[in-house]
């Protein structure tokens, strides 16, 4: 029919109908807009109002991902909010519960699997639809993976008990500890650095440790990868005291003792975690390199025969990993590399002991391993210059000789492998150019010690000595290091020349100026002053002397060896120097004070004052000093060092503490007795009255 032919009153109607759709509509969206600014206020009062308005209830979805309200309470880990929520949503809508998903594919027991402070949620979740458990996401993960994937080890156990995983068979259990990239919930517990639940996996699942993911990694792989899960503690012990005041994690203002007592607090009450982490990490490794079966698979590495390494191997047209990476050219599928590289390799690249620790003592026989290049465990150490696991794997002398004689498919032996680097190696460590040479030159030395007689060719391909390739790959490094130390003892010398020229000026200007008549200093009788005047000398005398030291540095020819020892030697001599002369210059300013401020006993803390600037120098030059001398505190005998350090801040400290007390204790005795106490101090003590006479006066005659 034409819309002319309807009659006037359905046409109306029609109207109205769509009129009140429109504005159904219109307050739908009204109510899911207000609903959504609710959530992002945290005015979980409102969203409960709200809730009841919409038709859908909890399940309204609200944002552009899809996610219902539900949804977004899990993300808010606002547990009582979805156990409301829950309650106002009737039994018949609990089979839409696994049904319901955001665009991720997650459903509501997804997002609650992401925090142990949902526990009670996943529960009520499980009892209105057990079929929770069961269902993936678009990337094939289940609620337990989830879990997994967060570190929620209370949320894991719950969702474990609930599937009765322990029940099922392997067929059963793999779709749901798995998901669809290959990725099981030990890689990604391991990834997630939780390895207390990744040691109670491979307890419970122990078929899981053999399991690839789409790079062909296995989970021991994915460890080996992870250096800093093991250097997390040995950071902490690390960490001086000024490092933590500096890194500390208490961000908020407060006094002094409180943080002090903070830090010792957090020391105290963190202590076992630590040790517990520790102890669980190595008990994971203990396990993984137990059953991983990554070495037998590997293949590229291969057992190495007594005569293989004089083999000439076939030459390869594309370079391997190590190759561009010794160029600094990583490949773009270097995570696929790596699933070529045995464990043992892996963790000797990322200086891993304790999984090289591991290897030797269940494996052994993974040390005569060579990859692709032909390079064995040996060469990889020196290589990614980590230096303890070459001493730990030369200590077994079963296979050392047989590791130190090999060479690898371009006839670099081990001594080679020392001129060879990664090129980011010197930006990893941050050391000046001078060092970075003499660490060089004590590995070549070191490895050189190792392998001596056990090198069969001292040629490579190119016909090269490893001396001869050491000096050219250096050459460079050779001519910055100069450069540093020279302009490092240039700054120096001026201002060990600065600080001579004004000990020998303050010799002639004395504290207070000499007698107009006799020429002698008008302090010189007061005990402060022979502290003023044996600093300043002791100040004069090693300032030249440093200068001295500086000068010799300066006029050197600066050849390669002399960076091994004697220079760095000198360097350290001249800057102990420069650092006691500062320091007795702050003594003399301190002694200049006091002898100052005698006549103004009423300032105690005069005193305090004037020997301050002695102890912040020392603890302001305590990085620099850990900086320059740490790396060659081994050319001192570490216990004289130590001990010279410590009896030097000693005799600082303690008479500026001292000082104080004594200070303290004869203004006391002043107040009872004066006299026996004037000449410390240097003040002439005040007339005797009349009345104060000791001799008694004769009594006035009278006249009478």
């Not at 309204?60 to 991902?65: H, K, N």
């Not at 590995?443 to 090198?455: D, Q, Y």
């Not at 050849?559 to 002369?581: A, N, R």
Request: aromatic share 8%; net charge neutral.
């Amino acid at each position: 029919m034409k819309p002319e032919s309807l009659p006037s009153s359905y046409l109306l109607s029609r109207k109205a109908l769509m009129a009140d759709n429109n504005d159904q509509t219109k307050q739908k969206n009204r109510d899911i807009a207000d609903l959504r600014k609710a959530m992002m206020k945290k005015d979980y009062k409102e969203v409960r109002q709200l809730c009841r308005k919409v038709p859908e209830g909890p399940l309204q979805r609200i944002s552009i991902y899809d996610d219902t309200v539900l949804h977004m309470a899990a993300h808010s880990k606002q547990n009582d909010l979805l156990l409301d929520l829950l309650k106002t949503m009737p039994e018949s809508l609990n089979h839409k519960l696994s049904v319901i998903r955001n665009t991720d594919g997650n459903t509501i027991l997804h997002e609650v699997a992401t925090s142990n402070a949902m526990v009670s949620a996943a529960r009520e979740l499980l009892k209105r639809d057990p079929e929770l458990t069961i269902a993936a996401n678009n990337l094939g993960e289940t609620p337990i993976f989830c879990a997994a994937r967060y570190g929620q080890i209370q949320m894991y156990q719950i969702l474990a008990v609930q599937m009765e995983l322990e029940n099922l068979s392997v067929e059963e259990s793999k779709p749901h500890l798995q998901r669809n990239d290959g990725t099981t919930i030990l890689h990604i517990s391991i990834a997630a650095e939780c390895f207390g639940l990744a040691l109670s996996i491979v307890k419970n699942y122990p078929y899981l440790i053999g399991q690839r993911d789409q790079f062909s990694m296995t989970a021991l792989q994915y460890l080996t990868c992870n250096p800093t899960a093991f250097r997390r503690w040995q950071i902490q012990i690390r960490r001086g005291f000024i490092e933590l005041l500096g890194n500390s994690k208490f961000e908020k203002k407060q006094g002094f003792i409180e943080f002090f007592i903070a830090i010792c607090m957090d020391d105290i009450f963190f202590e076992d975690n630590k040790s517990i982490e520790r102890y669980t990490l190595q008990e994971l490794v203990e396990l993984l390199v137990e059953k991983d079966a990554s070495w037998n698979m590997n293949i590229t590495s291969q057992a190495m025969s007594p005569g293989e390494s004089k083999k000439e191997p076939k030459m390869e047209k594309c370079s391997s990993r190590l190759s561009r990476e010794k160029e600094g050219q990583e490949s773009s599928t270097n995570k696929d590399k790596k699933s070529n590289e045995s464990p043992l390799f892996l963790a000797t690249m990322s200086n891993i002991e304790e999984i090289v620790k591991a290897v030797v003592n269940h494996k052994p026989e993974a040390l005569q391993h060579t990859n692709k290049e032909g390079m064995n465990i040996l060469h990889v150490a020196i290589l990614y210059r980590h230096i303890d696991i070459f001493d730990m794997v030369v200590k077994h002398e079963v296979f050392a000789k047989r590791l130190l004689s090999a060479t690898d498919n371009e006839k670099n032996s081990v001594l080679h492998m020392v001129s060879q680097k990664r090129k980011s190696q010197a930006s990893e460590k941050m050391q000046s150019p001078a060092l970075q040479l003499r660490n060089e030159l004590l590995l070549f030395e070191k490895v050189k010690s190792a392998s001596k007689n056990l090198i069969t060719n001292p040629l490579n391909n190119d016909n090269k000595t490893a001396e001869e390739l050491f000096a050219t790959a250096n050459e460079q490094l050779h001519q910055d290091a100069k450069e540093w130390l020279m302009r490092t003892t240039e700054n120096c010398t001026i201002l060990s020349v600065f600080i001579a020229t004004v000990a020998f000026a303050a010799a002639y200007t004395v504290p207070g100026g000499p007698n107009q008549d006799t020429g002698i200093p008008i302090f010189h009788s007061k005990p402060f002053f022979l502290a003023f005047v044996l600093a300043d000398v002791i100040s004069l005398t090693l300032a030249l002397t440093s200068v001295g030291i500086f000068l010799s540095i300066l006029t050197s020819s600066f050849p390669l060896e002399d960076f091994k020892l004697y220079l760095f030697k000198k360097l350290i001599q001249g800057i102990i120097c420069l650092v006691l002369s500062v320091s007795m210059m702050a003594v003399a300013f301190g002694a200049t004070i006091i002898l100052i401020m005698t006549h103004y006993q009423k300032h105690v803390w005069s005193t305090v004052v004037a020997f301050l600037p002695v102890p912040i120098f020392f603890l302001s030059y305590s990085p620099l000093r850990s900086a320059v001398l740490g790396p060659c505190r081994e050319c001192f005998d570490i216990l004289i060092f130590h001990l010279i350090l410590v009896v030097v801040q000693v005799l600082i400290l303690i008479p500026f503490l001292l000082l104080v007390v004594i200070d303290l204790v004869f203004r006391g005795l002043v107040f009872i007795r004066r006299k026996p106490l004037f000449w410390i101090w240097g003040i002439n003590p005040p007339p005797k009255s009349d009345s104060e006479s000791s001799h008694p006066t004769a009594a006035p005659l009278t006249h009478v």
